[in-house]
């Protein structure tokens, strides 16, 4: 890998570890950027419409679509018969038929798709479809599930020491139950697919998905033909956020379902309020613990049973259970411990991936434990996080037994430099003298550490590969199996190739995404698409830079195999760039000589592994770290409170590109801010989503983002055997957000100084008003 | 029958085929190929489907306008100039506000971004904003999932009030007025806009089943979200006399067809219980296009003119063929989502009375679940007159989200009559409260969480009026009731 040297003024430069702009952003901003649903779509489109469950749990008495089809402008309407293939979408545990047969599991499972010429006359036709559902007892709670032993999987255990002897010798012992709540994706994209029939029984999926592959896997399996006939392809999406990692096929198999029944282009775009009743959203969670700690705030023993509600399928809820399992720790060494998580099933949307992925929920158990143990205690919410960080050996091993390697471990570092940058100690003080002055409004600071674990915890999924073009002007086509959502993936990956092969950024067309270019990809998901597919780009460059060398050298008259530099669109014998001559010179001369000037490149994660029936393994190649400190103001009269000011100190090594790092961390904290005290999902009795359009489910908005908003990327501090030194970022920030709970607690605990405070989560004005009342009857 | 004529990016359109229910969002990505401006909820909550319309009648002078273009009619256009993003500028010649969103870092995914440059492009050309607090409502009409705000917020503050001197500027300085003259009719629906209160009548008595609509951001609603066809609408915006704030004997005339944007501005200043109201309500975008009458006559319990213009005594002015006529507007709600309106009669306006010279203490308030872009949970207006004793004469505490409809609290106020205005008094009138209202639980709060603001909002609003009688609020508040902190 190269290192960087210091670059002198005027001399060619490569776009790594610089600021950018999103490599998007100009056409963002003038409204050139193409979505799906922008597509200009041939004459004869048909757009397509779900029939929904609109009963949570029963059984399909009748099914007759006969009058819906035979509508004007109805080209078809499908149920299950019409499947060719196998009716399932489930990721991979088959219990997720497309179309429903027989029975329906939630409110907005597609019972039949409906294709028309205009959306007015596909709803028409779902008028027109009778649909007769016998209702059945449903499941509709976390607590009804647990009850009724409604599981998904088997449990997950984790387990270290003797746990019930270190509580029983705790001084401090706290009992409690956590629960947070789902959360819509609320991508301002909502989901869309459009698929073309191509000759000879093929077809061409356009996707908002973060996984293509898996898209085209299922409209094969679909279809009942090979995943060769079937090409997807992913220009951008309008956010993801997790919400498009398994979510998308459904939407993409059915247009491809409705193309081979009409053999016309079909196009599935669900509005609002479809996207939010029938996809999947994060799982909310409820736990059950027992924390032991020492006087001096010592964690000491936690016994955690952790109950993830999985909605009516499985999903990736398996896998989300695991990383809630894998992150009870955050960043603290539990001597004594067992962990339990068991996944529910109930009769609601089937949950699924949200940024994070089950680490925030499994985050907030412990910080709530830290945070009642701090009150408890007296003592401060930072020290007693610090107090319990991981540290040298034998304080290194995680609860699965994973080194947590100490020269790696930021976390100190990071926290003395934001409590220090960020005045704490005064700000604290200030805070606390303010609060005894005044009786209604007080304010809170609140400070959260955070440790993620980055790789797919399914170890096969952490591999990645590219596919580089370069044409005879020097001009380059870059391809790779990650996609973009926002993130900026697709600059990070512009970087890296423009620094490998040594040409400019304008040389280089970032390509959509495409299933027929790079195979067999994994989902863009657990923060990993630029370490993975960075490495495969890099990978990928490296070969056909090898391959320009000679040439580079014969038309550069020096020795095949002297030094020579790629940059900037030139090459040239290395520190000699008056003697360069151009990267297109060069792709030129290689055609001439009849030398290849395609290339893929491949990575796969080394080392790393997981043995689920131990509970033990080394499920992650290594650890994103961070901390921020949030303050707030809470109103003892209406529960209303607002996030102040915000420091946020995050590690990205080496960032590949600043800008978007900054990007990633900002918006993952706000994501998060929403989760804990705004959004709010609510459901009928009878399992109907009522809160299912932005009138009603409250995502942050332009004034919640704090006025002060201070984010630094921790400097010097390159990863090992990351590609260039970096890190991922995409989730870890949202964790951050963790920290408006401490700040609250701070806030309101000033009204019942030395008692726990009990703020239930989303805090909102509400539940915060509770909260304030209770203490306040305490104090 | 006519057709429909606007100007679209400054291109003359004559739409002859469009059925009047389509929104201009639908009519733009649809049948324009226009696909810059997005779809996010189609319920004017997200912003992602802003455009600019030229308004010449705006407050303060011809100005390009934000709107949400998913609860625009076509026939709202009648006679208007409407751009969208694809008319400002392109990747490479961008208007300053499409260059400060790339610059700033401003989009992510991208699909929030044409919506959020459209509200920077209204920025860009305000003289007015001069307090914080306007850039934020500018733009709180606008969701971003992927930023977290701050890169928008810099983009805008680069931008806003820049005044660039282009055709924008031009052709909103040259605007001349709107004839939005109309008798639409197609694929079974019409859509009629009449000019002069004649022409209303006539069509009102013409029709008895019509539906009335001003801005629309309220009745748009069924068409984009509950998939109604409205067969025949007669608009009030284009009819002479009803739109514009103007000082009368005693008070102020609020033309029934102002958007509220235009009361913010007249009134916002002058009378803090407005101001304090305008600054919670909806969005810049919802304000652009909702109007008075609009809100008023909707008579939603959770509606947020009502509580303070009731608390300020004003009266709502019903026009008809016959003449004018005026009832106290806590009169105008007769029952849940019904106003007193008679058939083949408007709300004209809304009277306002000048009580600067009172002993009057007023502020309002509204509580929801997030401070921007939501709708009440609870709301309330709250005015009290004392006398040179210090003692209540009288007592008018409206609030909204408590009943079926907006409603004074007529106990709590007989508590306090004569009283004198005493921490004591108001904890035990904000008792009595309870035999006022029986609030119900829904998705925005719980009875317990009414009731229970309901009470301290009145305790609040004490406190807050101790040192100044009708309170500003500051810029970002925490909340809505301000209580003073050391
Ligand atoms: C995103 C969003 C946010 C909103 N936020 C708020 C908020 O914070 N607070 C709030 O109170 N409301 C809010 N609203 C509701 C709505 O915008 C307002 O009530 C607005 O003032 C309605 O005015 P309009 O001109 O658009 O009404 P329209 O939709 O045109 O009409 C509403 C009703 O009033 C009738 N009507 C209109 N004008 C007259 C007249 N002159 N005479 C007789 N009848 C008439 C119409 O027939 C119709 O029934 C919001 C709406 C949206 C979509
Ligand atoms: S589409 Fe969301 S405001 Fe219009
Ligand atoms: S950039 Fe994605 S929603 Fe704003």
Known sequence: MMTRAPHVEGAPRSPLHLPALHESAWLHASGEAVYVDDLPTPPGTLVGYVVASPVARGRITRLEVAAARALPGVACVLTAADIPGINDISPFSHDEPLLAVDEVFCVGQSVAVIFADSAARCREAAKAVVLEIEALPAILTLDEAIARQSWIGQPHTMRRGDVAAAFAASPVQIEGEVRTGGQDHFYLESHCALAYPQEAGSYLVLSSTQHPSEVQAKCAEVLGIDRHRVTVETRRMGGGFGGKETQGAYFAAMAALGARATRKPCKIWLNRDQDMTQTGKRHPFMSRYRAGFAADGELRSFEVDIYADGGWSADLTTAILDRALFHLDNAYFIPNLRFTGRACRTHLVSNTAFRGFGGPQGMAVIEEAMNTAAERLGMDYAAIRARNYYGESPRDRTPYDQEVKAAHNRLRRITDQLLRDADYDARKADIDAFNAQSPLVKRGLGFQPVKFGISFTNSVLNQAGAFVLIYADGSVQLNHGGTEMGQGLNTKMLAICAHELGVRLDQIRHMPTATDKVPNTSATAASSGSDLNGMAVLAACQTLRERLAPVAAGLLKVEPGAALTFCDGQVFPEGEPARAVSFAQVATAAYLQQISLAATGFYRTPDIGYDHAAGRGKPFHYYAYGAALTEVEVNALTGEHRVTRVDILHDVGDSLVPTIDVGQVEGGYIQGLGWLTREELVWSPQGVLRTHSPDTYKIPAYGDAPRDFRVQLLQGAPQPDVVHGSKAVGEPPFMLALGVLAALRHAIGAWCPGQPVRLGVPATPEAVLRAVEDARARG | ?486
Request: aromatic share 6%; proline share 7%; hydrophobic share 40%.
């Open chain 2, 1 to 486: 029958m006519d057709e429909l004529r606007f100007t679209l990016n400054g291109q003359p359109i004559a739409e002859a085929e469009a059925p009047p229910n389509t929104t201009l969002l639908n009519y733009l990505r649809q049948r324009r190929g226009l696909t810059g401006t997005k779809e996010g909820c189609a319920e004017g909550d997200c912003g992602a489907c802003t455009v600019a319309v030229l308004d010449p009648d705006a407050a303060g002078g011809p100005a390009w306008r934000a709107v949400n273009s998913c609860l625009l009619l076509l026939p709202m256009l009648q006679g208007k100039q409407v751009v969208t993003v694809e008319a400002l500028g392109s990747s490479g010649e961008p208007h300053p506000a499409q260059a400060s969103m790339a610059k700033h870092l401003g989009s992510q995914c991208g699909y929030c971004t044409p919506g959020i440059v459209m509200s920077i492009f209204e920025a860009c050309y305000r003289r007015d904003l001069d307090a914080p607090w306007k850039l934020d409502d500018q733009l709180c009409g606008n969701l971003c999932r992927c930023t977290g705000y701050r890169p928008i917020r810099e983009a805008a503050e680069a931008v806003a009030g820049s005044c660039p001197v282009d055709r924008f500027q031009g052709e909103a300085a040259e605007a001349t007025p709107v004839d939005m003259a109309l008798a639409y009719a197609r694929g079974g629906q019409r859509h009629m806009n009449p000019t002069t209160p004649e022409a209303l009548w006539a069509l009102l008595e013409a029709h008895p089943e019509a539906r009335l609509v001003a801005g629309g951001t309220d009745l748009s609603l069924e068409i984009t979200k509950q998939f109604k066809t409205l067969p025949l609408l007669i608009s009030v915006e284009g009819v002479a006399g009803l739109r514009g704030v103007t000082a009368v004997e005693g008070g102020w005339r609020l033309g029934a067809t102002t958007p509220l944007a235009d009361i913010e501005a007249a009134l916002g200043e002058a009378i803090p219980t407005l101001g304090r109201m305008l600054r919670f309500f909806g969005a810049r975008q919802i304000k652009n296009r909702g109007t008075l009458g609009g809100n008023l006559c909707t008579a939603s319990p959770i509606g947020d003119m009502p509580p303070a213009l009731i608390s300020l005594r004003a009266e709502a002015i019903l026009g008809s063929r016959q003449g004018e006529r005026r009832v106290p507007l806590e009169d105008f709600f007769v029952a849940y989502r019904k106003t007193a309106l008679a058939p083949g009669e408007i709300l004209s306006g809304v009277f306002v009375p000048e009580l600067a010279g009172l002993n009057l203490r007023a502020a309002a308030y509204k509580v929801s679940k997030r401070q921007e872009l939501d709708i009440s949970t609870v709301s309330a207006g709250l005015a009290v007159e004392l006398d040179d004793a210090g003692r209540v004469v009288d007592a008018r505490l409206a609030f909204g989200g408590m009943a079926a409809t907006p409603k004074r609290a007529a106990s709590a106020e007989a508590a306090l009559l004569g009283q004198p205005w005493t921490r004591e008094a108001v904890e035990a009138a904000a008792q009595r409260l309870d035999a006022d209202f029986a609030p119900l639980s829904d998705h925005r709060g719980s009875a317990w969480y009414r009731a229970t603001v309901a009470r301290n909002l009145l305790l609040g609003f004490y406190l807050e009026t101790e040192r100044t009688p009708r309170p500003h609020l500051p810029y970002r508040p925490t909340a809505t009731v301000q209580i003073p902190t050391p």
